[in-house]
């Protein structure tokens, strides 16, 4: 440690350096022991501008969509909200930037966005080659296939032949290359621009399958004249963690969203919810719970927030279980299972796990 930080030293010292500068004793605190820094250039930027841009997908019901009042909503929607009550105190402080599966990467390079919440999945290309990194999972998904129940298909290894839409660009458009050629099958790609056009172009009969994550297959058959006449197929072909994105190069912005999304996913476990928040934090003699709502410990300052930041995006939007039923689950259009989106405890347990909050 001495040797490296005398080298340090002489690097930056220039043609100032005394002879002994490499023996010379610090005068600030010692780096092996002193806390690391946690300024978030991020983080500064929205305070100074007030508001957090938050990266969405243009229009998928049940994810991020607009009413007919022009209101954002959706289960990404919704975590934005969190995250900006988190950080600034108020939910509202957010601007939704609709970005398509070919902008949102370098949306987040060139600082038009602060993170990206898009329905993306998490790979190992993404955080080498498109210089961002990934905060966590919300979203637990797969890719499947939709067709037309009249075509009578038990599974999508009876496609022989069979066009496919699917989205250009996008982990969806690799998979179904991958399904197919893996098994010795023939198909067609259909190409669409985003998941409208393919949805589009599956209602106009342009091709026999619509490919995409199932959530998104679900988005779109809501959306059909007659949904009942269309079915996902049970063949699961891919893993799909969906999560937030945020720049490569702010660490300390990264575990922000990180925590926060984590706060929400403990809340749910801990039976912390938008309306009993408050109440919790004043009554509840569980440490784990008084550790999140602020009443103990310096957990929110340590992330250069305040002390009720967990809380303020639990009484924002509500815990994940709240989130998850009101977008797309039971108390929604969609009605999609919690199924591995359930918590680790539940019964039967899911894969949503929250780290420590300690």
Known sequence: MTLAFGLLLAACGGGDRSEDAETTEPTGPDPAT???????????????????????????????????????????????????AAILGDPDKVRFVPV?????????????????WRATSWTLSRESQEGVRFAGINYYDGQGFLVRRSLDLASAQEMNGARVCVQRDTTSELNVADF??????????????????????????????FSADISALAAARSL????????????????????????????????????????????????????NAEQMAEDSRDPRIRRLLGDEGELGPSLGLSKTWAKDAIEATGNYGEIFDRNIGPNSPLDLARGLNAQWSARPGGLIYALPIR
């Open 34 to 84: 002193a806390a690391p820094d946690f300024t978030s250039p991020t983080l500064q930027a929205i305070r100074r501008r007030g508001r957090l841009n938050c990266g969405v997908h243009e229009g998928l019901v049940g994810f991020a969509y607009t009413d007919n009042r022009g209101q954002w909503r959706g289960f990404d929607a919704d975590f934005c909200r969190a995250l900006a």
């Open 100 to 116: 398509t599966s070919a902008q949102r990467f370098n949306a987040l390079r060139n600082g038009r966005i602060d993170v990206l």
């Open 180 to 209: 197919f050629r893996a098994r010795g099958i023939e198909y067609r790609a259909v190409m669409a621009a985003n998941e409208e056009e393919a949805r589009s172009a599956y209602a106009r009969e342009d091709c026999d399958a």
């Open 224 to 275: 059909l004249p007659n949904p009942e006449q269309h079915a996902i197929l049970p063949d699961v072909i891919s893993k799909e963690p969906l999560g937030p994105a945020v720049r490569r190069g702010d660490e300390a912005w990264t575990s922000i969203v990180r925590w926060t999304l984590n706060a929400l996913i403990l809340a749910e476990e801990l039976g912390v919810t938008q309306t």
